[in-house]
Nanobody
Framework: QVQLVESGGGLVQAGGSLRLSCAAS????????CAWFRQALGKEREFVAAINWDGGRTSYADSVKGRFTISRDNAKNTLYLQMNSLKPEDAAIYYC???????????????????WGRGTQVTVSS
């Protein structure tokens, strides 16, 4: 079982940046696709970004394309989300998620992901 712990959230002004991290323990992140999802207050959880097992392919929601960058460091067992040009509508709890071992390609549907972190809060002031 992979345990995931997100960090790096906080309060930032619109236009600012944050870098989220997701540290994995218990099992390796290698050979697994990973993703970030978010859930704003009163809304359903939605896809943000995903990355395949070696970082060679990524996918982004249209709402964050060009502003957010997903990356991973398999040696450090860590997933990242660099968020630039933040907008008030980016405020949400951000969750990292990983697929089962050897499911190396990503999906945008949250049902494809087996393990989830507890989330980190991102607040963007206007």
């Amino acid at each position: 079982q992979v345990q995931l712990v997100e960090s790096g959230g906080g309060l930032v002004q619109a236009g600012g940046s944050l870098r989220l991290s997701c540290a994995a323990s218990g099992r390796t992140l290698n050979n697994r696709a990973c993703a970030w999802f978010r859930q704003a207050l009163g809304k359903e959880r939605e896809f943000v970004a995903a990355i395949n097992w070696d970082g060679g392919r990524t996918s982004y929601a249209d709402s964050v394309k060009g502003r957010f960058t997903i990356s991973r460091d398999n040696a450090k067992n860590t997933l990242y989300l660099q968020m630039n040009s933040l907008k008030p509508e980016d405020a949400a709890i951000y969750y990292c998620a990983v697929r089962s071992l050897y499911l190396r390609e990503f999906a945008t549907d949250q049902s494809a992901y087996r393990n989830w972190g507890r989330g980190t809060q991102v607040t963007v002031s206007s």
